[in-house]
């Protein structure tokens, strides 16, 4: 299966990039990453998706590298509100599982 | 709001029972994804429906099954129930089964006593 690899917890200053790495080194040629995030219980929330290419929209902005290894996501200016935990998903190619990670715990700090 | 709808919200129930949980995806959306969440856990991804089929298939347990209906509502049922199952279930829609987001469901609340 697809795998994701992601820092369990990060810490960032509130107005400050927030930059949460995911190391998805397994990921076939025409899957994508999404990213989406969680807060508290509530259902996960789709922040961004991509394929090879930078992309960014009102949310946040995701830089994958060439080899489509690893991939960053990036909260331009954290805000309180965006405390959460952050998942980095694939989609396992043979399956068609959506694979996710354990996430990161991004704590934004005042 | 999402625009997905899951009832109920919690449910409380004792081991060897089976229980139904039931999901409503948002207008238009023809896939329907089921994941479980234990506490303090990650989302485990448990089975996908398309249009009424089986899309694929996750680390879903043989006294877990569901199904997609014509209308498009899908129905999560549980059975033999273990203490291990108490978890939270969420539902989750989108518009094909390609290359799209996911919006999910405030979730189920399930706890087995």
């Known amino acids: 299966d697809a795998k994701t690899t992601q820092p369990p917890s990060m810490d960032c200053a509130e107005g400050r990039a927030a930059n949460l790495p995911c190391n998805h080194s397994?990921?076939?040629?025409?899957?994508?990453v999404y990213w989406y995030r969680q807060i508290h219980s509530q259902g996960p929330q789709y922040i961004i998706h991509?394929?090879?290419n930078n992309e960014t929209n009102e949310m946040a902005s995701l830089i994958i590298t060439e080899d489509r290894k690893s991939s960053t996501l990036i909260l331009p200016h954290a805000t309180l509100r965006d405390t959460a935990v952050y998942y980095c998903?694939?989609?396992?190619?043979?399956?068609?599982?959506?694979?996710f990670g354990t996430g990161t715990r991004l704590k934004v700090l005042a | 709001d999402s625009g997905v709808t899951q009832t109920p919200k919690h449910l409380i129930t004792a081991t060897g029972q089976r229980v139904t949980l039931r999901c409503s995806p948002r207008?238009?959306?023809?896939?329907v994804y089921w994941y479980q969440q234990s506490l303090d856990q990650g989302l485990q991804f448990l089975i996908q429906?398309?249009?009424?089929?089986?899309?694929a298939k996750g680390n879903i347990l043989e006294r877990f099954s569901a199904q997609q209906f014509p209308d498009l509502h899908s129905e999560l049922n549980l059975s033999s129930l273990e203490l291990g199952d108490s978890a939270l279930y969420f539902c989750?829609?989108?518009?094909?089964?390609?290359?799209?987001?996911?919006?999910f469901g405030p979730g189920t609340r399930l706890t087995v006593l």
């Open positions: 429906y398309y249009n009424g089929e089986e899309r």
């Open positions: 989750a829609s989108s518009r094909t089964t390609l290359y799209n987001e996911q919006f």
């Open positions: 207008s238009g959306d023809l896939s």
């Open positions: 397994t990921i076939s040629g025409n899957e994508y």
């Open positions: 991509g394929l090879k």
């Open positions: 998903i694939v989609r396992d190619s043979g399956t068609y599982k959506y694979i």
